[in-house]
């Protein structure tokens, strides 16, 4: 069963921004001269207007994806810009972008996102002195479990856990990231990269949307796209980038950091297409169904149980 506490809470200390420990396992004095001088490039604050659209954002980082050069954090840009497009036209991000999102739709993209975070958080944690990992690890600034449980709470009441239904393509999703912190914890930063600077990215207008779309007062049930220990995400992402840039990395494993960035963003299209088939499902169910449970929770419950089953993907209750 699952722990409410998020695994390695305790021992999280900050990291941002003027940590002279950052990357304790890295051991090479060029390599640190060179972060410290990107991150001296490090522009003030450029926040993403209030009224910045998800056209815009769109064009934004299709402009932004030129000819890759020698850093990482460039050409893992580059890699995954075709799948970004892919991600970004999913039925479920299309849904957020048109306001459409409902309070179904997000409640089981929570359970998901939980699921990915739980695994990812506690590989980063197990993993926070590995080189390939010191550098981007930020759990006072990005760490997302917390806010998820607070906002599965939100939703689901106190015993919330017992009601954490994900798809096959989640549980997918959390097995390599088990698989890698175990066997090769380099390529953490290709999946700590896909949703951490995804969250800062179009996430933060993501939040905007789903505040607005289900009408929810103040950030109630939407703390998970809220960062307090992030000041400027923007600022932020370029300090990460500079702290990607400083990893070292053979050849090989360059290239495969780049390869498990494009499964990263592959492994979240399949999430947000088994999510949208199992809603599909669950609805019809819905419908058609007349002897379901009356409380909505037993529904939403219910009809997810009758989609997962029905649309063949799996599923797999906490
Ligand atoms: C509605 C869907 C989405 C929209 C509109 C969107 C929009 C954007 C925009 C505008 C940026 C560039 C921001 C900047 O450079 O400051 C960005 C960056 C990024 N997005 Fe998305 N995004 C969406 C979905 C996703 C998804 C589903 C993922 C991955 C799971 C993702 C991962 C990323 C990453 C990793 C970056 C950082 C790119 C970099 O600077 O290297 N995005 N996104």
Not at 7 to 21: E, L, M, N, Y
Not at 201 to 220: A, M
Not at 283 to 299: K, L, Y
Request: glycine residues 6%; charged residues 25%.
């Amino acid at each position: 069963m699952l722990s409410v506490s998020s695994a390695g809470t305790t021992s999280r200390q900050s990291r941002f921004p003027s940590d002279s420990a950052a990357g304790a396992g890295i051991k090479e004095a060029e390599s640190r001269s060179r972060q410290r001088q990107q991150e001296a490039e490090v522009t003030p604050d450029q926040d993403l207007p209030q009224s910045h659209s998800t056209k815009n954002m769109k064009s934004a980082r299709r402009g932004e994806a030129g000819d890759a050069g020698s850093d990482l954090s460039e050409q893992i840009k580059a890699a995954t810009k075709e799948n970004h497009i892919r991600a970004e036209n999913t039925q479920l991000m299309l849904s957020y972008q048109k306001g459409h999102i409902t309070t179904t739709q997000y409640k089981v993209l929570l359970c998901s996102l939980y699921e990915v975070y739980k695994a990812l958080e506690e590989e980063l944690d197990s993993n926070a002195s590995h080189p390939a990992v010191a550098p981007i690890y930020f759990p006072q600034e990005l760490a997302r479990l917390d806010s998820l449980q607070r906002d599965l709470e939100h939703f689901f009441g106190p015993d919330w856990s017992g009601k954490v239904i994900v798809p096959a393509a989640t549980h997918r999703y959390t097995q390599r990231l088990r698989e890698i912190g175990k066997e090769n914890p380099e390529l953490l930063v290709a999946h700590a990269y896909t949703r951490y600077l995804g969250d800062l990215s179009g996430g933060q207008v993501l939040g905007k949307l789903t505040q607005k779309s289900l009408g929810l007062r103040d950030r109630e049930g939407i703390s998970f796209f809220s960062f307090p220990g992030v000041s400027s995400p923007n600022r932020f992402k370029q300090l990460y980038r500079s702290r990607m840039n400083s990893i070292e990395l053979t050849e090989r494993q360059r290239a495969a950091v780049l390869e498990e960035a494009v499964s990263a963003f592959e492994y979240n299209i399949q999430v947000f297409d088994d999510l949208q088939k199992m809603l599909s499902v669950t609805t019809e169910t819905q419908r058609d169904a007349s002897g379901f449970p009356s409380s909505p929770i037993m529904q939403f419950t219910a009809g997810v149980c009758v989609a997962l089953v029905t649309v063949g993907t799996g599923i797999y209750f906490l």
